[in-house]
């Protein structure tokens, strides 16, 4: 079947408007950041109050509000009550002798913001920035999903054939997730990092790694594209999404470090817009818990494609070889939690660690170096 | 492990500074081993419990991922033998030195085995205790209510129009009927409480996941012991039986010897390759086929079947792939007495896979001529040098170099097929000479002729046996199920307290929740739902309530 040019066009149209609207959402994020309300310092403020058992309090509190339904101001000072308690207490040890990947006991106390009210009352309670970015983000995802399908339909295939291909999925994925995790927690303040980068990965595809829609080499000829690459995609994505919010962490906590140690002034008001430290360390598990297993199955996929293929299931080809290292660093990084000494600031080097050896897989192995998967199509 | 999660014992949890895989770390003490046991044991036990510790287990890991960047930035005996070589000639001081390291086998290197080995070591040392420890705690009950229930991760109360007793009789009933296991006080226990616990199949899950990485393993030292792989070229028209002497390469399993081959022969009777012939990205090969009649022992029917690139043929437990291919011109060489001394198709290996300009020689040794030859597909000239514009073969033409002399093939040095060795020889006049298909050069001074017949393609095929195969794919998928389960799951723990209310004939019910592992997330939805339905199930009648406040 011959590539459907019209439909290949319509798609670029498509992913252009996406980044336009996405770097519209990108400014809405940014003007939250700027001129919206300090909520969380407000929140705060009203807990400190309260006194010291305030997250005990709300705890109850949400509990008995979300078993009657209630909403108002009993409940909404819970989120504040819970950031209370981040910042009093430490990310929470293992109270077992520890596991193979656990380390998360206690999970009330780092307690994420949890649905008390309804996602879209909340969105239009954050303020007017924030409901103008969230509505551009959800319209951009609409067109870069359209995008992604009518390139699917006119190359007649899985649209992630190349590296361009790849990179507009996985950024869709990335957004849509985030995008899910941002509602889900109210995190709005992470809206202008990822989706600035998801916004900087798109441009940096259009512009220098764009590839025409066209047919694959027989090699790619299989339904295990859609497979092993479709979970390659979507974990990858994931990893994207956790690669942001680990940068924040250490962000987050290097202030909070320092202004325990007093070399810098507590208030700041960027900084009390993110979420604390400890909620970042919480979500960014949780994202790399989600991604993990899907990495897992998609080296199974590609095992069992090469197996077809080439007649070997795992070869050490390079790009097979870095898929493994990024595997183990990310093992490395969901064991380091549950090991003393290596929490916190250490797990979150060895996490983006994890990050970076799957972008040089990504970007530099399947690019530069020969292999049996040098398909990326760019140059 | 602890079982009673009190919130002291959390703090004192929270103050410790090691948590290992399954034993507590301790410095080495001679006097503490029992009688009997000398220092060693002590040393020997420490040592143990080093490695089976969660930081060598971590430093392990690490080892690994840093230990597999070589092998993709070197080239690798195992996967590109002619890149190595390359890397020899370009490197001469350097690569003896990176061989030495194993730097060019990596996966196949000492050290390699020694990071995995005790890594797996070190893992079967914090399961095997773990399973057991799970084995015991699922014959054990939950550990008895903590006093004051409020001071637990999550907690709430609510009135119960029951008395003390009945209130947590129901709602024991509750959490046994969500499949919670219970823990009532014994007759001499004081007080109205249940404890339950759920999900013991996050730490079942944990530990097939690490079991089934062993069996990962196992199934690759399998295939590497018991398997085997084969390559072998074919040029149309020709066939082999797959025994050892008829094939190219033979890279058996340390246990495997030449009678293990599956007895199949195979021919090669067509092979077409198709090209995008317009487009940006014209050249680029759209389908492989190889047309190929085989059968799978002797004696038994023959079949045919067409092997491409992602549809490998089964013979029985091996698979037949399709990895490579090029063009075999015909030639026909004849001596200077008109004897044909040569009359074969002659693979030549591509030196550019995009045009499929390749390289070749011809060996006629009884008429002591030999030839180096440059074939192109589709022939165009771009400033007097033969270039090819397409990979298909639109329009064949080959260049060649002629030499006469002694070839040196019976001085009983091994040559390969691809090289010509030209010392000793003469170069024919007229050389290089250009021919299409169908032509003859008639070589000066009466040495003989060649014809140039037509062009043959050939395929290079990969033969395998691999009995680890199947059992490497089951381990994953018990490894990604047991991912799944541990990540899913969560171990938790709801106690319910009830004590008679101050005033009326009701009690207060405190429930209070502890979840241990929460990898996913969302306990505390799963609480407020818990202490929701107990409410629910316990709400004080409207009339009981007037009465309260009568």
Known sequence: MSVNLGLAQVSGDFLVAAIVIYSLAVIGFAGDFAFGRPRRAKAAGA???????????????????????????????????????????????????GGTGSGDAGSGDAALPARQVPALRAIWEAGPWVRVAVAFSALGILLHVVAVVTRGFAVHRAPWGNMYEFVTALTCVAAIFFCYVMVRYRAWALGVFVMGAVVIALGLAETVIYTAAGPLVPALQSYWLSIHVTAMTLATGIFFVAAVLGVMYLVVERYRARVAAGKAQPGNGLLARIPSAAQLDKLTYRTVVFGFPIWTFGVIAGAIWADQAWGR??????????????????ACYLHARATAGWRGRRAHYIQLLGFASLTFNMLVVQVFITGMHSYAGVG | MTDVHTPREQA???????????????????????????????????????????????VLLFLLALGSVPGSVLPQQGADPAAVQQYYASHPALAPWLNHLGLFNVFAA???????????????????????????????????????????????????????????????ALLGGQRFRLRRPASGDSGHWVSAEKGYLREAGNLLFHLALLGVLVSIALGGLFGYKADKLLVEGQGFSDTVPALDEFHPGRLVSGSDLAPFSLTLDRFAASYLTSGESRGQPSDFNATVTYSSSPGAPSRT???????????????????????A????????????????????????????????????TDASLGFMGVFVPTAVSVGGTLESAFPADDFPAVSLIGYSGNLGMNSGVPQSVYQLNTAGMTKVAGSPHLMLPGQTWTLPGGRGAITFVGVKQWVSLAITYDPGQVPALVCGMLALGGLLLSFLVRRRRVFVRA??????????????????????GGFEEEFAELAAELAAQQKPEPNNQSEAGA
């Open chain 2, 305 to 327: 079947y067409n092997i491409r690139i992602n549809d490998p043929l089964s013979v029985d437990s091996t698979k037949v792939y399709l990895i490579g291919h090029g063009y």
């Open chain 2, 110 to 172: 000492p050290w390699f085995a020694a990071v995995y080995l005790l890594l797996f070591t070190s893992l079967v040392g914090c399961v095997v205790p773990r399973t057991f420890k799970l084995a015991g705690s699922a014959r054990t009950p939950p550990p008895r209510a903590p006093r004051n229930l409020g001071r637990l991760p999550h907690s709430a109360s609510f009135p119960s129009s029951l008395a003390p007793g009945a209130a947590v009789d129901a709602a024991a």
């Open chain 1, 47 to 97: 807990a400190v109050a309260s006194g010291e058992h305030a997250a005990q309090l709300a705890t109850v509190g949400a509990a008995q509000g979300a078993a009657q339904g209630a909403s108002g101001g009993g409940v909404s000072e819970a989120p504040g009550a819970s950031d209370l308690a981040d910042g009093a207490q430490a990310v929470p040890a293992d109270a077992g002798s």
């Open chain 2, 329 to 364: 011109p015909v030639f026909k060489v004849t001596d200077s007495h008109g004897n044909v001394a040569y009359n074969e198709a002659t693979p030549f290996i591509p030196a550019n896979t995009g045009t499929f300009l390749s390289d070749g020689v011809v060996k006629a």
């Open chain 2, 12 to 58: 004192a949890a929270q103050g410790e500074e090691t948590v290992s895989f399954g034993t507590t770390e301790t410095e080495p003490d001679a006097t503490d081993s029992g009688a009997g046991t000398g220092p060693s044991a002590g040393w020997l036990r420490w040592g143990w419990r080093q490695l089976t510790s969660m930081r060598t287990a971590l």
């Open chain 2, 499 to 520: 004590v008679p209310a101050a005033s009326g004939g009701g009690s207060v019910v405190t429930v209070g929740g502890l979840a241990r592992t929460d990898a996913s």
């Open chain 1, 313 to 330: 299931y795992w070869g050490w080809d390079p790009v097979e070889t870095w898929a493994f290292i990024t595997w183990v660093l990310y």
